[in-house]
């Protein structure tokens, strides 16, 4: 799992990065110098969306998504141990029709783009293909391994 862990927080870490210094270097450039650089906004856009998706399946990875830890806790183990296993089956399932919506949307608006830098919306639509489908296999995958005999929460 590292090897898709680790590109995905490098990319997070990356967009949170640049969601924090663009407008900050657009308020610098546009107050003090008075000369801003068009577009910047919409690559600040682009930043918080890519940070939202990239680090969806990273969040799921954890098991910091919803799951309602603490009304599970008060079942007993196999009633717990099934609510694990539909939640995580229908996070994936979820998580699949999702993928497949936008991957719709990317095969029926190929082409379309940013109006002011241009920038084309494949690669928007594909950070959320990847954080759906990550996700699902990641849900999947968590229904799968084995759990711990009492549950945790933090």
Not at 12 to 38: E, G, N
Not at 77 to 91: H, K, S, T, V
Not at 112 to 127: G, Q
């Amino acid at each position: 799992m590292r090897f898709v862990r680790l590109p995905l927080q490098v990319a997070s870490v990356a967009a949170l990065a640049a969601l924090v210094i663009l407008p900050c270097l657009q308020i610098i450039l546009r107050d003090v110098f008075v000369a801003p650089i068009v577009g910047l906004e919409e690559v600040a856009k682009l930043a918080l969306i890519l940070l939202v998706f990239l680090a969806y399946p990273l969040v799921v990875d954890k098991g910091e998504d919803i799951v309602m830890g603490e009304a599970k806790a008060m079942l007993p183990e196999l009633p717990r141990r099934i609510a694990d296993a539909a939640i995580g089956l229908i996070c994936a399932g979820a998580a699949v029709v999702m993928a497949w919506a936008v991957w719709e949307a990317l095969a029926s608006n190929p082409r379309n783009m940013t109006p002011t830098l241009k920038i084309p919306f494949w690669i928007f639509l594909a950070s959320a293909f990847i954080a759906f489908a990550g996700a699902a296999l990641l849900h999947l995958y968590r229904v799968m391994r084995p759990r711990p005999a009492a549950p945790t929460i933090v």
